[in-house]
C-alpha cells in the first residue's frame, strides 16, 4: 500500500463516531464490512449499523412452530426453542436500547416474529416505541399467530415523522379507528398491508393523513367490503389484490388525479361474471399502467377504460376471462401483456405504437393488426405438447401481421407430450417463411425432444437472421441434440412436392458470440464436435451451483444465412 492510502486509512479510523454512523447510514452491508476493516473500528460498526434484520429464523428454525407440542417435538427440543427464543428478543431488546441510549439513527429496522403467546405483544409495543425515537426511515414488520389471534399494533408507529416506508404483513390487527390529529405520518411515500385486517374507517384515515403518500399496497387483506379511494394529490401506485373466495358484490372505486400505476387482482374461480364493480374515475388522467388479473372483462368496457386515459402505455391482462372475439384500438399503448386468459379465440388490435407483445396460453388465438409499428418484440410462452402444425401456421401469422423483428419464445414441458410438426400439411399453401432479425428459444427442458419437428415447425415458418439459445434453463444433452439436429441433413426433404425445404434455404451458421472460441466459426458437423467438447467443459462449470456466475455463457448465438 502507497503514502497515500495509509494515509487514507488513518484518517478514517480517527473520524468521531457521530461521524463514522452518519457515513454507515449511506452503505449497503457490504460496504459497512468494507469500511469496518479499513477503519480497524469493526465492533462499533457491527454495534451501530443502522439496517436492523431481526428475524426470528437467524435464531432458530422452530421458532415459527406455534405449538411444538403439536409437531412432537421432544421436551428437550421445546426446550431449546424457548432459549434461542429468549436470546433473539433479548438480543433486538439490547440493540435498540444501544440505538436509543447513544441517539443513534435507525435507517432500517425489519421484525419477523411468531407470537407463540400474548405475553409477548407487549414486547413488541417496546420495541416500536424504542424504534420511535431512532428517527427511522423504513420499518417492516411481519407477524404470525396461531389460534386467529392477530396483534393490534401500537399506535405509536403512526407517530413516526421519519418514517419514509411502512411495511405490515401477517397477523396485525389495524381495524381502529386512528386519531387523525394524532398521526403524524408526514413523510411517508410507500405503505404496504399485506393479509392484515383492516376496517374501511381506517382505510380512510390512512388516505387522509399519509398527504405524501405515493405507493399504496393493499394485498389479500380483510375486514372491509368495499374499497374507494379518493381526495389524494401524491398517490402514483396502487395494488390491490383480494385472493379470498367471497368476492362477489364488492366494489372497488379510485379517483386520483396522480395516479400512474394500478393493478388489480381478484381470485374468480372460472366464473364469467364481474366479481366486483370497477370504476377507476375519469380524473387519473395520467394512468400509464393498468394491470388486470382474475377478472372476467367485456370487450367493450375494456375499450372504453383504454380510451378514457390518453397516456395508458401498458395493459396487462392476467387470468382473466376474455370474450372470444375482441378488438382494442389505442394510439398511445405501448406495451400489452395477455397471460393465462380464457376463451380468447380471436383478437384485432390498432395499436400503432405498441413495441411489446407477450402472450402466454395453451392456445395461440388469432392475432392480428391494423398497424405496424417501426420495430416490435413479441414474447410467446408455451407448453411443448401445444405446438404443432396449426400452432406454427398461427406464429406465422401473428408474427407477419405486426411485422415483429424480436421474437422470444418460451417452451415449457407439461405432460411429456411431444412437440408435433408434419410438412405435408403445408402442401397447396403458398406463403413466404417470414424474415425477422432475432429469435431467442427458452427451453425449460430436461428431456429429449423432438429436435426435428422444433426445427421444422420454426423454420418452415421462419427466417431468423440470428438464432440465440438460452442456456441457464436448458440441459446440455438437450443443447448438444438440438445443435446435432441443425446441422444434420435430413433425409427427409419435401423439396421434390412442389415445396421449399428450410435446410435446402439455409447456406450458412457461425457462431458469433461463445466466449472461448473464434468467432464466425462455421458451425458444421465437423465444428459441431469442437463445440460439443466445449459444452462438456460448460456441463462440469455449470454443476458448481445454479447461480449465474457459475456459467461460462447464457447462451449460444449463431448467425444464419439463407438464400
Not at 53 to 69: A, H, M, Q, T, W
Not at 339 to 345: I, V
Not at 484 to 505: D, G
Not at 538 to 556: C, D, H, R, Y
Request: glycine share 4%.
Amino acid at each position: 500500500m502507497d503514502d497515500e492510502g495509509q494515509t487514507c486509512i488513518d484518517r478514517i479510523s480517527k473520524l468521531p463516531d457521530f461521524i463514522l454512523h452518519h457515513i454507515l447510514s449511506y452503505l449497503y452491508t457490504k460496504e459497512a464490512v468494507q469500511l469496518s476493516v479499513i477503519s480497524k473500528r469493526w465492533q462499533y460498526v457491527l454495534e451501530t449499523f443502522p439496517i436492523l434484520d431481526c428475524s426470528e429464523g437467524y435464531f432458530g428454525k422452530d421458532l415459527r412452530v406455534i405449538n411444538p407440542k403439536l409437531k412432537s417435538i421432544p421436551k428437550d427440543g421445546r426446550r431449546k426453542i424457548f432459549n434461542q427464543r429468549v436470546e433473539f428478543m433479548s438480543y433486538i431488546d439490547k440493540k435498540l436500547c444501544r440505538f436509543r441510549e447513544k441517539n443513534l439513527r435507525v435507517n432500517k429496522f425489519s421484525l419477523t416474529i411468531t407470537l407463540v403467546s400474548n405475553k409477548l405483544s407487549p414486547r413488541v409495543d417496546t420495541w416500536m416505541e424504542l424504534l420511535a425515537g431512532t428517527r427511522i426511515q423504513e420499518l417492516n414488520v411481519c407477524i404470525r399467530a396461531g389460534h386467529g389471534r392477530r396483534r393490534d399494533m401500537s399506535k405509536i408507529l403512526f407517530t413516526m415523522e421519519s418514517l419514509t416506508i411502512l411495511n405490515f404483513q401477517g397477523r396485525v390487527l389495524l381495524s381502529s379507528r386512528l386519531d387523525r390529529n394524532a398521526v403524524k405520518l408526514y413523510s411517508l411515500v410507500e405503505l404496504r398491508l399485506i393479509g392484515v385486517s383492516i376496517d374501511e374507517d381506517t382505510i380512510q384515515d390512512l388516505i387522509l393523513c399519509c398527504r405524501s403518500m405515493k405507493v399504496f399496497f393493499l394485498m389479500n387483506c380483510v375486514g372491509f367490503e368495499n374499497l374507494e379511494i379518493c381526495d389524494h394529490d401524491k398517490l402514483e401506485k396502487m395494488v390491490y389484490n383480494n385472493l379470498h373466495r367471497d368476492v362477489k358484490d364488492k366494489k372497488f372505486s379510485i379517483e386520483v388525479p396522480t395516479l400512474k400505476e394500478l393493478e388489480i387482482t381478484f381470485r374468480n374461480g372460472g366464473e364469467e361474471t364481474m366479481v366486483c364493480e370497477i370504476i377507476i374515475g375519469s380524473v387519473c388522467q395520467n394512468l400509464k399502467c393498468l394491470s388486470l388479473r382474475g377478472i372476467p372483462v367485456d370487450a367493450k368496457w375494456l375499450q372504453n377504460t383504454i380510451t378514457s386515459f390518453p397516456l395508458l402505455e401498458n395493459l396487462h391482462l392476467g387470468g382473466c376471462i376474455l370474450q372470444e372475439v375482441i378488438k382494442l384500438s389505442s394510439q398511445a399503448l405501448k406495451e400489452i401483456c395477455i397471460n393465462n386468459c380464457m376463451n380468447l379465440m380471436e383478437a384485432e388490435f390498432d395499436t400503432p405504437n405498441v413495441h411489446s407483445f407477450k402472450y402466454c396460453g395453451q392456445t395461440m388465438p388469432r392475432l392480428y393488426s391494423n398497424s405496424v409499428a417501426d420495430y416490435r418484440t413479441a414474447l410467446l410462452s408455451s407448453r411443448l405438447e401445444d405446438m404443432d402444425s396449426l400452432w406454427f401456421m398461427k406464429l406465422y401469422n401473428f408474427l407477419s401481421d405486426f411485422r415483429f423483428q424480436d421474437l422470444t419464445i418460451w417452451m415449457i414441458p407439461y405432460s411429456g407430450r411431444e412437440i408435433s410438426f408434419n410438412a405435408e400439411d403445408y402442401i397447396g399453401i403458398q406463403f413466404p417463411p417470414f424474415e425477422l432479425d432475432n429469435m431467442k428459444l427458452f427451453m425449460n427442458v430436461f428431456t429429449s425432444i423432438n429436435y426435428a419437428a422444433l426445427l421444422d415447425g420454426l423454420f418452415w415458418n421462419l427466417r431468423p437472421r440470428i438464432l440465440s439459445l438460452q442456456l441457464l434453463f436448458l440441459s446440455p444433452d438437450v443443447l448438444k441434440g438440438l445443435l446435432k439436429c441443425l446441422v444434420a441433413e435430413e433425409p427427409n426433404c419435401y423439396c421434390s412436392q412442389n415445396l421449399i425445404c428450410w435446410r435446402h434455404s439455409l447456406k450458412g451458421i457461425k457462431l458469433i458470440n461463445v466466449k472461448g472460441l473464434e468467432s464466425n466459426t462455421v458451425l458444421n458437423a465437423i465444428t459441431l464436435k469442437n463445440l460439443t467438447n466445449y459444452l462438456d467443459d460448460w456441463v462440469i462449470e455449470a454443476k458448481k451451483g445454479p447461480q449465474e456466475k457459475n456459467f461460462p455463457m447464457t447462451s449460444l448465438s449463431f448467425e444464419l444465412s439463407w438464400c
